[in-house]
């Protein structure tokens, strides 16, 4: 007896703080927090319950958001309206804007809201769809475009994301003070400033997913009141949240994934809460599938609605389309009834399936390589040279006077002739000139007038689908309803062709071959137009189906799919996920006249955000292995609640990070944005835990610090993020990393040398200055504020920009003088008969030091006999303009 209540007083463990087992033991300061997040830290909550305020935060709370706002602001807004002129992506989603004003149809990898707000915005600032966005560098002041009011729309986007960050950590349970830090980290990151001052889209897609973020946050609080209002509108706020982020971009599928775990383990708890019947978890089932994924895919197709309802024109995306999609368009030729019986003898245009890349088709135009016969390509528009002979195998000169055509049934054997060159459908062992590998043969056009073929010219047609509702479809060749692959009788290769296209040789029309073993997809092929002499004019005819508005969003998204997956071309600024979270290179969006933007964010918040990741794992293994080993760890906090959200906000970056590592297609740094949110929001997490032994005021004076370090560092970078003023020297030192390539070179040596230097706001075509030649003639392009020098032979030399000023070399010992005023004359056009000329001159004056024989002389030469000399020159150029009309 005694016995066991010695075993009873060994097992139970003891209370005490000296006593006991080490792993039981419990800090002095230690006390129970309650598990409701609404009585953490500055705000008591429950006794607020029957006020609850929209928000849920305090009147200073409101103050801090004011502030932050204005702040915000401020930064993203500051001096917008640099570059005056294309700068990178604008070529791409400011031309969409013009697409929308103008109702031709595009194709974009993207789906349609933010392209749509973006051109709300133009228009709202009076563009007019009358510039085209074609260039980097193409100056938007002369032609008027309001391009500031369409960057403000991204940027408005942009700032609205501080508060609400500030509103999700404050609302998650965390202290002001880390609600302050993670707000304020993300208003000084560089490279979601820089992203937001243009006409982007990761700008609205970041906003996006932070609002979908809150309002989650939002219905989290509500879950000790289900069913009830509140429950109901944060849940679907969510939802709206989810389909405007996938309307953005389809990183959006990232977030609702990410809504999607959360919802799983929420649904995982509730069936574990014996309290609830099943009735009741099925209740919490449909409503969260109504609010989560029904409300996003209906607001997911309102705006491809709104992108059809505009886009309602013929435009440069047909190509992409099917000729069913493109049936819809205005403007496009309507395809006529055709009939839809074939035979030996039709005269047909025959489809590629697969690519949606066009029509079979042939040219007067032999391959470079190869057989260098003449070549067959894919052409994506009507051409008569897309019209295809059916021919007999053993009798290529159908008698056309037989009463009834011969029907082309499964496993014919046929000739295709093509009428405009005389030749015929060949292939043979050659590798083709583009793809030359083993499995491919060429495809070539073969022969000539009269010339009766030979056995390479043979093609066995296998039907192998049909449309249902036309069963004779199955056994023949019939107009559309028929799909077929064409097999070449000797070499057992089949007609193939994708998405690769020939050079410039080729037209660029996509390459066609004859292929063994390829993917199925691409062989196949349908005939979209067909004729023959002996029909009757009573003959069955078909024509395209109208598809509805379900199948052209689908058929438009199965198109962006394949689009973006196939954006794998080399690029300069190309980067890959694991170079991201070290911030290890940026992108180069613009450089002229010794300034540039070059997107890198701030090093402090994503160096810190990493950190912040690495040690959220790091604890929880520690927590966990302690667990294992029967430690009960007792902090003073609430442990469970900062597990929770840390997970949480860990889980949104691992969602909007690790699916890139599955993409083989271009990456770049701006990709990581959406994750690098996540990971701000962790440091803010991370923060608490760390001082959550300090007082309030405490936490704030730490948060300074580290906003005041960021803040520094913002600015230091800050000529990189607004295209500011900056010297070589002072860019060399902020490379802090040997893969930062922003270049240094391009920037003055000092800053009185602006003082001097007209800003012109262009760019190159890759966001940065072309190499040019290091001296040229004073008599060529010359501006207000070039230096110049003089050489050995007393001939006058311009210094271009992009000459290293330290080398000595390059001046023969002496230094530049400033050109002091351009005058560029107004041109004269004179016209005649056949061309346009328009003759322009430049008055250019410069100012020397010449001693009293006229001879230059450097800078520093203090001789009295000096003195200074105007000289005048001045530059003709004549330019002819074509006034042919079909040049």
Same mark, same amino acid.
């Given at each position: 007896? %005694?016995?066991?209540?010695?075993?009873?007083?060994?097992?139970?463990?003891?209370?005490?703080? @000296?006593?006991?087992?080490?792993?039981?033991?419990?800090?002095?300061?230690?006390?129970?927090?309650?598990?409701?997040?609404?009585?953490?830290?500055?705000?008591? #909550?429950?006794?607020?319950?029957?006020?609850?305020?929209?928000?849920?935060?305090?009147?200073?709370?409101?103050?801090?958001?004011?502030?932050?706002?204005?702040?915000?602001?401020? *930064?993203?807004?500051?001096?917008?309206?640099?570059?005056?002129?294309?700068?990178?992506?604008?070529?791409?989603?400011?031309?969409?804007?013009?697409?929308?004003?103008?109702?031709?149809?595009?194709?974009?990898?993207?789906?349609?809201?933010?392209?749509?707000?973006?051109?709300?915005?133009?228009?709202?600032?009076?563009?007019?769809?009358?510039?085209?966005?074609?260039?980097?560098?193409?100056?938007? /002041?002369?032609?008027?475009?309001?391009?500031?009011?369409? %960057?403000?729309?991204?940027?408005?986007?942009?700032?609205? $994301?501080?508060?609400?960050?500030?509103?999700?950590?404050?609302?998650?349970?965390?202290?002001?003070?880390?609600?302050?830090? *993670?707000?304020?980290?993300?208003?000084?990151?560089?490279?979601?400033?820089?992203?937001?001052?243009?006409?982007?889209?990761?700008?609205?897609?970041?906003? =996006?997913?932070?609002?979908?973020?809150?309002?989650?946050?939002?219905?989290?609080?509500?879950? !000790?009141?289900?069913?009830?209002?509140?429950?109901?509108?944060?849940?679907?706020?969510?939802?709206?949240?989810?389909?405007?982020?996938?309307?953005?971009?389809?990183?959006?599928?990232?977030?609702?994934?990410?809504?999607?775990?959360?919802?799983?383990?929420?649904?995982?708890?509730?069936?574990?809460?014996?309290?609830?019947?099943?009735?009741?978890?099925?209740?919490?089932?449909?409503?969260?599938?109504?609010?989560?994924?029904?409300?996003?895919? *209906?607001?997911?197709?309102?705006?491809?609605?709104?992108?059809?309802?505009?886009?309602?024109?013929?435009?440069?995306?047909?190509?992409?389309?099917?000729?069913?999609?493109?049936?819809?368009?205005?403007?496009?030729?309507?395809?006529?009834?055709?009939?839809?019986?074939?035979?030996?003898?039709?005269?047909?245009?025959?489809?590629?399936?697969?690519?949606?890349?066009?029509?079979?088709?042939?040219?007067?135009?032999?391959?470079?390589?190869?057989?260098?016969?003449? !070549?067959?390509?894919?052409?994506?528009?009507?051409?008569?040279?897309?019209?295809?002979?059916?021919?007999?195998?053993?009798?290529?000169?159908?008698?056309?006077?037989?009463?009834?055509?011969?029907?082309?049934?499964?496993?014919?054997?046929?000739?295709?002739?093509?009428?405009?060159?005389?030749?015929?459908?060949?292939?043979?062992?050659?590798?083709?000139?583009?793809?030359?590998?083993?499995? !491919?043969?060429?495809?070539?056009?073969?022969?000539?007038?009269?010339?009766?073929?030979? =056995?390479?010219?043979?093609?066995?047609?296998?039907?192998?689908?049909?449309?249902?509702?036309?069963?004779?479809?199955?056994?023949?060749?019939?107009?559309?309803?028929?799909?077929?692959?064409? !097999?070449?009788?000797?070499?057992?290769?089949?007609?193939?062709?994708?998405?690769?296209?020939?050079?410039?040789?080729?037209?660029?029309?996509?390459?066609?071959?004859?292929?063994?073993?390829?993917?199925?997809?691409?062989?196949?092929?349908?005939?979209?137009?067909?004729?023959?002499?002996?029909?009757?004019?009573?003959?069955?005819?078909?024509?395209?189906?109208?598809?509805?508005?379900?199948?052209?969003?689908?058929?438009?998204?199965?198109?962006?799919?394949?689009?973006?997956?196939?954006?794998?071309?080399?690029?300069? #600024?190309? @980067?890959?996920?694991?170079?991201?979270?070290?911030?290890?290179?940026?992108?180069?969006?613009?450089?002229?006249?010794?300034?540039?933007?070059?997107?890198?964010?701030?090093?402090?918040?994503?160096?810190?955000?990493?950190?912040?990741?690495?040690?959220?794992?790091?604890?929880?293994?520690?927590?966990?292995?302690?667990?294992?080993?029967?430690?009960?760890?007792?902090?003073?906090?609430?442990?469970?609640?900062?597990?929770?959200?840390?997970?949480?906000?860990?889980?949104?970056?691992?969602?909007?990070?690790?699916?890139?590592?599955?993409?083989?297609?271009?990456?770049?740094?701006?990709?990581?944005?959406?994750?690098?949110?996540? =990971?701000? /929001?962790?440091?803010?997490?991370?923060?608490?835990?760390?001082?959550?032994?300090?007082?309030?005021?405490?936490?704030?004076?730490?948060?300074?610090?580290?906003?005041?370090?960021?803040?520094?560092?913002?600015?230091?970078?800050?000529?990189?993020?607004?295209?500011?003023?900056?010297?070589? @020297?002072?860019?060399?030192?902020?490379?802090?990393?040997?893969?930062?390539?922003?270049?240094?070179?391009?920037?003055?040596?000092?800053?009185?040398?602006?003082?001097?230097?007209?800003?012109?706001?262009? =760019?190159?075509?890759?966001?940065?200055?072309?190499?040019?030649?290091?001296?040229?003639?004073?008599?060529?392009?010359?501006?207000?504020?070039?230096?110049?020098?003089?050489?050995?032979?007393?001939?006058?030399?311009?210094?271009?920009?992009?000459?290293?000023?330290?080398?000595?070399?390059?001046?023969?010992?002496?230094?530049?003088? $400033?050109?002091?005023?351009?005058?560029?004359?107004?041109?004269?056009?004179?016209?005649?008969?056949?061309? $346009?000329?328009?003759?322009?001159?430049?008055?250019?004056?410069?100012?020397?030091?010449?001693?009293?024989?006229?001879?230059?002389?450097?800078?520093?030469?203090?001789?009295?006999?000096?003195?200074?000399?105007?000289?005048?020159?001045?530059?003709?150029?004549?330019?002819?303009?074509?006034?042919?009309?079909?040049?």
């Amino acid at each position: 007896m %005694r016995t066991n209540n010695m075993s009873k007083r060994q097992d139970k463990p003891s209370t005490s703080g @000296s006593t006991g087992d080490v792993r039981y033991r419990k800090s002095k300061s230690h006390k129970e927090y309650p598990s409701s997040i609404y009585d953490m830290y500055e705000d008591n #909550y429950k006794d607020k319950k029957n006020r609850r305020p929209l928000l849920g935060v305090s009147i200073d709370d409101m103050a801090y958001l004011c502030g932050l706002f204005v702040v915000s602001l401020l *930064v993203r807004l500051y001096d917008i309206r640099q570059p005056s002129s294309v700068v990178f992506d604008e070529v791409h989603f400011g031309g969409f804007a013009t697409k929308y004003i103008k109702g031709r149809f595009f194709m974009d990898v993207h789906p349609p809201l933010a392209k749509l707000l973006i051109t709300l915005a133009g228009v709202l600032g009076g563009f007019e769809g009358n510039f085209d966005f074609k260039e980097i560098g193409k100056d938007y /002041l002369e032609p008027k475009v309001p391009y500031v009011s369409m %960057r403000l729309m991204p940027a408005f986007l942009g700032v609205m $994301v501080i508060p609400m960050a500030y509103l999700t950590i404050k609302l998650a349970g965390f202290s002001r003070a880390s609600a302050f830090l *993670v707000a304020t980290l993300l208003i000084f990151e560089n490279g979601l400033v820089t992203q937001s001052r243009l006409i982007l889209l990761d700008s609205p897609l970041v906003a =996006a997913v932070s609002f979908t973020t809150l309002m989650w946050v939002k219905f989290q609080n509500e879950q !000790q009141r289900p069913f009830q209002f509140w429950w109901w509108f944060w849940m679907s706020m969510t939802g709206v949240g989810i389909g405007l982020t996938v309307s953005m971009k389809w990183v959006g599928l990232f977030t609702m994934a990410f809504i999607g775990l959360s919802t799983v383990k929420g649904l995982w708890d509730v069936l574990g809460d014996l309290k609830i019947p099943p009735l009741e978890w099925i209740k919490h089932f449909f409503a969260r599938f109504l609010c989560l994924l029904v409300i996003p895919f *209906v607001l997911y197709l309102f705006f491809f609605l709104i992108h059809f309802a505009i886009l309602q024109n013929s435009g440069d995306g047909d190509g992409f389309m099917s000729s069913e999609f493109r049936m819809t368009l205005g403007g496009h030729k309507t395809q006529e009834a055709t009939p839809i019986d074939v035979a030996f003898g039709s005269s047909v245009s025959i489809k590629h399936v697969n690519t949606l890349g066009g029509y079979l088709h042939s040219h007067k135009h032999t391959y470079p390589g190869g057989s260098k016969q003449q !070549q067959v390509t894919l052409y994506p528009h009507q051409d008569e040279n897309n019209v295809w002979l059916i021919q007999n195998k053993t009798d290529p000169e159908i008698p056309f006077n037989v009463s009834e055509p011969s029907w082309i049934y499964h496993d014919a054997v046929i000739r295709l002739y093509h009428p405009k060159t005389y030749k015929r459908l060949h292939s043979h062992d050659v590798r083709p000139p583009v793809t030359e590998a083993d499995y !491919q043969n060429e495809v070539s056009a073969y022969g000539y007038e009269g010339f009766a073929g030979d =056995a390479n010219d043979f093609w066995k047609v296998e039907i192998v689908d049909h449309d249902k509702s036309d069963p004779q479809s199955r056994e023949r060749l019939r107009t559309l309803h028929t799909k077929f692959r064409l !097999q070449h009788t000797i070499t057992g290769c089949y007609l193939f062709s994708h998405s690769i296209k020939l050079p410039e040789w080729g037209f660029e029309q996509q390459e066609v071959t004859c292929v063994k073993g390829g993917s199925y997809e691409k062989t196949l092929w349908y005939i979209e137009t067909n004729s023959h002499p002996t029909l009757p004019n009573d003959t069955e005819k078909v024509t395209y189906k109208m598809p509805g508005f379900l199948s052209k969003v689908w058929e438009l998204n199965k198109v962006m799919w394949n689009t973006n997956k196939g954006l794998t071309d080399d690029h300069p #600024y190309d @980067s890959r996920p694991p170079s991201w979270v070290s911030l290890k290179r940026g992108i180069s969006f613009w450089g002229k006249d010794h300034r540039s933007i070059y997107l890198l964010g701030n090093p402090l918040v994503w160096w810190s955000s990493s950190i912040a990741i690495i040690c959220f794992l790091a604890l929880e293994m520690i927590i966990i292995l302690r667990s294992k080993r029967g430690y009960k760890d007792h902090l003073n906090i609430n442990k469970q609640h900062f597990e929770s959200w840390a997970a949480l906000f860990f889980m949104g970056w691992c969602l909007h990070y690790f699916p890139f590592y599955l993409m083989a297609r271009q990456l770049f740094l701006h990709h990581y944005f959406p994750a690098l949110y996540f =990971a701000v /929001l962790l440091v803010g997490v991370g923060f608490d835990l760390f001082t959550f032994r300090l007082s309030n005021r405490k936490k704030m004076i730490c948060a300074l610090i580290i906003i005041s370090i960021s803040i520094t560092i913002f600015y230091m970078f800050s000529p990189l993020t607004y295209g500011g003023k900056w010297t070589k @020297s002072s860019c060399k030192s902020m490379k802090w990393i040997d893969t930062w390539d922003f270049d240094c070179e391009q920037y003055h040596s000092n800053y009185e040398e602006y003082m001097n230097t007209k800003i012109e706001n262009t =760019a190159t075509s890759e966001g940065v200055r072309e190499p040019k030649e290091n001296l040229i003639k004073v008599d060529d392009n010359v501006r207000e504020g070039q230096p110049i020098i003089q050489n050995n032979d007393n001939e006058k030399i311009i210094d271009d920009y992009s000459t290293k000023r330290d080398d000595k070399t390059a001046y023969d010992g002496k230094k530049p003088i $400033v050109i002091k005023e351009a005058v560029e004359e107004e041109p004269v056009k004179e016209q005649s008969v056949n061309e $346009v000329s328009e003759t322009k001159t430049v008055e250019l004056f410069v100012t020397v030091r010449v001693d009293q024989n006229g001879n230059p002389v450097n800078d520093d030469d203090d001789n009295d006999n000096v003195k200074e000399e105007k000289i005048e020159s001045k530059k003709t150029e004549k330019i002819l303009f074509s006034n042919n009309t079909d040049e």
